[in-house]
């Protein structure tokens, strides 16, 4: 079964850093991009930053210096490194794959990705 799970969320203080994590299972994850996005309660999904199988990194204005992402060597997973974290940042945090041919002019859009994990809760509060 063709699957992402994240996981790592936590509650944690304004200027704290966190690492989220997204397993893949039943596809050959390095051959494909990772895209992370994240939802706040009444706004629409946004991206926030991708990882493409060749190392490529693509990110937002919001996410750049402070978010970065990695993908495991050992294991089917890939992370999402969070530095400086604001209250701004709160939300659900999902990663995603498109199993289909991708170009980077379209990575933010929500709707270009085929499989979604069911996401992680983030909350940055005082």
């Known amino acids: 079964q063709v699957q992402l799970v994240e996981s790592g969320g936590a509650l944690v203080q304004p200027g704290d850093s966190l690492r989220l994590a997204c397993t893949a299972a039943?596809?050959?994850?390095?051959?494909?991009?990772i895209a992370w996005f994240r939802q706040a309660p009444g706004k629409d999904r946004e991206a926030v930053i991708c990882l493409s199988n060749n190392k490529n990194t693509y990110f937002t204005d919001d996410a750049k210096g402070r978010f970065t992402v990695a993908r495991g060597n050992a294991t089917t997973t890939d992370y999402l490194y969070m530095n400086s974290l604001k209250p701004e940042d709160t939300g659900v945090y999902y990663c995603a794959t498109r199993l289909r041919p991708w170009y980077p002019t379209d990575w933010e859009l929500p709707t270009y990705y085929d499989i979604w994990g069911h996401g992680t809760q983030v909350t940055v509060s005082s």
């Open positions: 039943g596809f050959r994850w390095d051959w494909y991009n």
